[in-house]
């Protein structure tokens, strides 16, 4: 089965922002990124992550300007994290659990990547398609 570091092989760039940047920054970024989640890290530690559900439902809901409300005061702050050791279908686990969207990848204390579940339907997909043929090829010659 892939695991989370196959995914993150390719896919390597990780988008991240300062917590006392505003939301109109974050949004900004997410556009520019074509991205639905950004880690919001001071220096190298990861304090949280911003989302587009975070936007939602502590922005618009609430009536709050983006232009001065800084990332700090929306982000989501308990941010499950996984391993890049771990297998796609355990991300996968965890993500339909837990109902998220966008998982940090730590190794250690150092923040490796970021799977979406779209990264981790298309790693399953793929861990399906190629059993399949492994099990039509074993029909074929027969057993």
């Known amino acids: 089965m892939t695991t989370i570091r196959q995914i993150l092989d390719r896919k390597p760039d990780v988008y991240a922002i300062d917590p006392d940047a505003t939301v109109l920054e974050a949004l900004k970024l ?23 559900r975070d936007y939602a439902r502590r922005m618009i ?26 297998t796609a279908g355990e991300c996968m686990a965890h993500m339909t659990d837990r109902h998220i969207r966008h998982l940090p990848v730590l190794e250690g204390e150092r923040v490796a990547g970021v799977i979406s579940v779209g990264d981790i339907v298309r790693a399953v997909m793929e861990d399906m398609r190629f059993t399949i043929r492994q099990l039509e090829s074993y029909i074929r010659s027969g057993g």
């Not at 520019?32 to 304090?47: H, I, P, S, T, Y």
Request: glycine share 10%.
């Open 61 to 86: 809901l609430h009536g709050r300007s983006s232009k001065e409300t800084a990332v700090r005061e929306v982000m989501t702050t308990e941010v499950f994290t996984i391993s890049p050791d771990a």
């Open 30 to 52: 997410l556009g520019e990124k074509n991205v639905g989640a950004l880690l919001v890290r001071k220096g190298e530690r990861l304090v949280g992550i911003f989302s587009e």
